[in-house]
């Protein structure tokens, strides 16, 4: 009998495969998913590795708990909600290490402040790369839990019930952190506009 | 994109949630259509559409790393899973595998187990050989099962004897 190839089969036949052990089929939901989860983990940290990193180890939490999904929701939605939860965990993580490198040497300390408010723009490659800095640094200043809905939603163009299904809440409180969030980088960004 | 000094016009406060949704396109039929009249006669309020659809798509990282981050993403992967494997204590695995069966099916499995032990595990649950001190009591075990015959065989004896006195009695008599 001849083998289906794996890119026919769907995701919950892989998962189905991978909770019975098969660690081929795991790596075949890893292949399909990662661009994806890389970027939604870059968007987040605006750092190559750490995005990296941040999307595997959600990987590694879906693969160990890989038994617990019960299938009420798509593969995708109950992964996503793994890696958002890094994600914030990530910027919980960053916040604390964060204070302790400040009160260690207060010199050293990165802040967004940092960034020129003025920015000089000799050509249109160094107002991006500004740009590209000041939308870092504003994105930063957010709460998790609005940047994470931006993010999903400008960056990733997931629709607000889904948005609200990964971040465990509700469809209005998904609304309110979307715009409070514009609202920010709006203000934050002005210039640019 | 220019650097810009004056203010934006501000949009009207009761419609700027509003306004958000209706940019990303979450608005209900209804309601877009009410802001769409809204914004008609709004100019601040067009002004402050314009200015998201300006600087919104801008927010987003543009981060298209090479195949070969790519290759060497999978082969990390794969090193990571490995170590996660190696590190799982038998026991999860053994509930990894489990665990996506149904109950019923789990409950009928484990009652057939344990019907099957009952059923050919008898043998292998016989006591093994008594203690040293109960060898004795062990000997006398079979004699003392038999005593019935020994009591039976002590009857007979009687009745041989009572045969015996009736014969010579009626011999006399």
Redesign the interface.
């Known amino acids: 009998m001849a083998t289906i190839p794996t890119a026919q089969i769907g995701d919950e036949e892989l998962v189905?495969s991978a909770?019975?052990?098969d660690?081929r089929a795991?790596?075949e939901l890893?292949?399909r998913h990662?661009?994806k989860a890389?970027?939604i983990a870059?968007?987040f940290s605006?750092d190559?590795e750490d995005?990296?990193d941040l999307s595997?180890e959600a990987?590694?939490k879906a693969?160990?708990h890989?038994?617990?999904f019960d299938g009420r929701s798509g593969f995708y939605t109950w992964f996503y909600r793994i890696l958002v939860n890094v994600c914030l965990d990530y910027r919980r993580r960053a916040k604390r290490a964060l204070a302790e490198e400040y009160n260690e040497t207060v010199e050293r300390q990165v802040e967004p402040s940092h960034v020129p408010a003025?920015?000089v723009?000799p050509d249109?490659q160094a107002?991006?790369g500004q740009?590209?800095r000041r939308?870092?640094a504003?994105?930063e200043t957010l709460p998790a839990k609005q940047r994470m809905a931006f993010i999903l939603?400008?960056?990733q163009g997931l629709?607000?019930r889904e948005i609200a299904e990964t971040m465990e809440t509700a469809e209005g409180t998904v609304?309110?952190h979307?715009?409070r969030a514009?609202?920010a980088?709006?203000q934050s960004?002005?210039?640019?506009? | 994109m220019v650097a810009r000094d004056k203010p934006a016009l501000k949009a009207c406060r009761n419609l700027e949630e509003d306004l958000v949704l209706y940019y990303y396109g979450e608005l209900s039929e209804s309601a877009r259509g009410n802001c769409e009249t809204h914004l008609k006669n709004c100019e601040a309020c067009r002004a402050s559409l314009a200015e998201m659809r300006s600087l919104l798509p801008m927010t987003a990282a543009h981060d298209e790393p090479a195949q070969a981050f790519w290759d060497d993403y999978s082969r990390e992967m794969r090193r990571k899973l490995d170590a996660v494997t190696e590190r799982e204590p038998w026991w999860q695995r053994f509930v990894g595998l489990v665990a996506p069966l149904p109950v019923p099916a789990l409950a009928t499995g484990a009652v057939l187990l344990l019907a099957l032990a009952l059923t050919f595990g008898k043998g292998l649950w016989q006591p093994s050989a008594p203690p040293p001190d109960d060898e004795s009591f062990m000997e006398v075990l079979p004699i003392a099962e038999q005593l019935d015959f020994f009591s039976d065989m002590e009857l007979l004896d009687n009745l041989d004897m009572l045969e015996t006195l009736g014969g010579q009695g009626n011999g006399t008599v």
């Not at chain 1, 960004?189 to 506009?193: D, H, M, Q, T, Y």
């Open positions: 189905a909770q019975k052990g660690r795991f790596e890893v292949e990662q661009q890389y970027h870059f968007d605006r190559r995005a990296k595997q990987f590694l693969f160990t890989i038994s617990r003025n920015p723009a249109q107002i991006a740009l590209s939308v870092g504003a994105l939603k400008n960056h629709s607000i609304k309110v979307l715009h514009v609202t980088l709006r960004l002005a210039e640019f506009v």
